[in-house]
């Protein structure tokens, strides 16, 4: 079965970077849409960037642009995203979501930021940032 799993979580301060992971197995890897998201308590879930794991292409939201960098190792079918110049509002609980279904159109790209365009999650890791 389809399985997603995050690591790299933790505390820091304001100003510092994590690199998060999300190994995935179960599916095949070069067809699918990926993605970032962050969900902190009292607010909504949000998409933070997404690409499709048969190309190159990315896509960010406003919110984590210039800061945040999604990428992806091929042969370890695994996920990342770099965060840089973290803030005590990214503070959030981290998933990374696939969908294998969804083909190169539109992915990536601005309709990926809505969760319900993926079928499958990991459990979450926690980031959190300091002041």
């Known amino acids: 079965q389809v399985q997603l799993v995050e690591s790299g979580g933790g505390s820091v301060q304001t100003g510092g970077s994590l690199r998060l992971s999300c190994a995935a197995s179960?599916?095949?890897?070069?067809?699918?849409?990926m993605g970032w998201f962050r969900h902190a308590p009292g607010k909504e879930r949000e998409g933070l960037a997404n690409?499709?794991?048969?190309?190159?292409?990315?896509y960010y939201a406003d919110s984590v642009k210039g800061r945040f960098t999604i990428s992806q190792d091929y042969a370890k079918r695994t996920l990342y995203l770099q965060m840089n110049s973290l803030k005590p509002e990214d503070t959030a609980m981290y998933y990374c979501a696939a969908d294998p279904r969804v083909s190169s159109w539109g992915c990536p790209g601005p309709a990926f930021v809505s969760s319900v365009r993926f079928r499958y999650w990991g459990q979450g890791t926690q980031v959190t940032v300091s002041s």
């Open positions: 690409i499709y794991t048969g190309g190159d292409r990315t």
């Open positions: 179960g599916y095949t890897y070069s067809s699918a849409c």
